[in-house]
């Protein structure tokens, strides 16, 4: 299957610091949608993108579907200790009956 | 507003035993429905997907099965339980968002942690 590529796999940082991730893929894809998953919960949906270049903000957080329409990123502003899980990105091609899943970001917060 | 539920959350079962976990959604007609493994806390591997009622596809060849006996029920099986078959397994629903967006968004249960021993 479509493979994204995301990156980095775990991140460390202090509260109060910027977080910035990225996920690539080999084909274009018509969504681009992030995740974040808490420890024994399913996945919630943060921020959907539907069209190439669309910056979409959903409180501190802010991503971007790529001009080329083969990336996507998410940037985490002034970061604090709720913020810590896994970041998953996700796209869609064609119909839209696939989701194709990154292999996650590791976020630790330390206080 | 739409709403999905996945039972049991917390399964330990013997190997060799059968399994059935159950996913519904309420609040919308004729969605996706996709049944998700995810090993380890990372990594999400599609199992199966349907598109209406009885209609399965299968992602991977396994040990377990998928049925769709009703529009918003989704049905994960397995005949005989293998120690390998232990993970997070994660139910999820779309509908096609239409007005003028080429994609759609997927929406998470909260997942049943199957142990096998």
């Known amino acids: 299957g479509q493979q994204l590529n995301q990156s980095p796999q775990s991140m460390f940082i202090q509260e109060g610091e910027d977080v910035s991730m990225n996920c690539t893929s080999s084909?274009?894809?018509?969504?681009w949608l992030w995740y974040k998953q808490d420890p024994g919960e399913g996945p919630v949906l943060l921020i959907a993108?539907?069209?190439?270049?669309e910056l979409t903000s959903n409180g501190r957080l802010t991503a971007q579907f790529g001009i080329t329409r083969k990336d996507s990123f998410l940037n985490i502003s002034a970061s604090i200790p709720s913020d810590v899980g896994i970041y998953f990105c996700?796209?869609?091609?064609?119909?839209?009956?696939?989701?194709?899943f990154g292999t996650g970001t590791s976020l630790t917060v330390i206080p | 507003s739409q709403t999905i539920h996945q039972w049991p959350a917390t399964l330990v079962q013997p190997v060799g035993s059968p399994l059935s976990l159950e996913c519904t959604v309420e609040?919308?007609?004729?969605?996706?429905l996709y049944w998700y493994r995810q090993a380890a806390g990372r990594g999400l591997q599609l199992l199966f997907y349907?598109?209406?009622?009885?209609?399965i596809s299968s992602e991977v060849p396994q040990n377990l099965s998928a049925s769709r006996p009703q529009d918003r029920q989704f049905i994960l099986s397995s005949k005989k339980l293998l120690l390998s078959d232990s993970g997070f397994y994660l139910c999820?629903?779309?509908?096609?968002?239409?007005?003028?967006?080429?994609?759609?968004?997927?929406?998470f249960g909260q997942g049943t942690r199957l142990t096998v021993v």
């Open positions: 999820a629903w779309s509908v096609w968002s239409g007005q003028g967006r080429l994609g759609t968004e997927a929406f």
């Open positions: 084909s274009i894809f018509n969504t």
């Open positions: 993108l539907y069209k190439a270049g």
């Open positions: 996700a796209g869609t091609m064609n119909t839209g009956n696939q989701f194709y």
């Open positions: 609040g919308t007609s004729n969605p996706n």
């Open positions: 349907s598109v209406g009622i009885g209609q």
